[in-house]
């Protein structure tokens, strides 16, 4: 389990198909403390660290296998060699919770559709899939590229719908959020509160 705050972001340094596919990421994470078989989350995708090492210069690494379903339903898919990616080592007992629960499975990919400034700020808007928007509330809390946000405001459409989040200067440097451009997409998991409730409603007694 992860909770949406990023920790290091990395960057990709090569992608290799060997059957899945492997990314080769580096990390400012101490890869020494980091067991083989640990998750990471990557763009807020749970993958599993395969292979890790040190190079001659001291750049840390870390090496992930991401299937062909995970690839198809993510944005990983986009990802080449150089580009940054958001990273999150998984929630401890005892640490604090300073975002949401997050699993690390993601639902889907939302686009951006527009962005603007407001005040110190930058107001992001996103399209979901259709089928998530009934999972999106305002106030509420969802996961994008791994980064834990609030929703500021749903609109609901014929068909779809699409949602704003407000992303302080902070965030906007440390993370890849500073970097998304009009017509990105980036990997979305709903609040995992909201996905039972909606399965509660669904079913009748």
């Not at 059957?19 to 749970?46: F, Q």
């Not at 749903?154 to 959020?177: L, R, Y």
Request: charged share 20%.
């Amino acid at each position: 389990m992860f909770t949406g705050i990023v920790t290091d972001v990395g960057t990709i340094r090569s992608i290799e198909q060997r059957g899945d596919t492997r990314m080769v990421i580096a990390t400012a994470y101490p890869v020494e403390r980091v067991e083989i078989g640990a998750s990471i989350a990557c763009s807020g995708v749970c993958l599993t660290v395969v292979d890790k090492g040190r190079d001659t210069d001291g750049t840390a690494w870390f090496a992930v296998d991401a299937s062909a379903e995970t690839m198809n339903c993510t944005n990983l898919a986009a990802c080449k060699p150089g580009k940054p990616i958001n990273l999150e080592r998984p929630l401890r007992v005892g640490d604090e919770l300073g975002g949401h629960i997050v699993s690390g499975h993601v639902d889907g990919m939302a686009r951006v559709a527009a962005i603007r400034p407001e005040g110190d700020s930058i107001r992001y808007t996103f399209e979901p899939p259709p089928e998530l928007v009934r999972y999106i509330a305002p106030k509420g809390s969802v996961a994008l590229d791994g980064v834990s946000l609030t929703v500021n405001e749903v609109t609901d459409q014929k068909g779809g719908g699409s949602f704003g989040v407000n992303i302080i200067p902070h965030t906007q440097q440390a993370t890849t959020f500073g970097k998304l451009v009009v017509g990105d997409l980036v990997n979305i998991e709903v609040d995992t509160v909201a996905r039972y409730v909606a399965r509660l409603v669904q079913v009748e007694p």
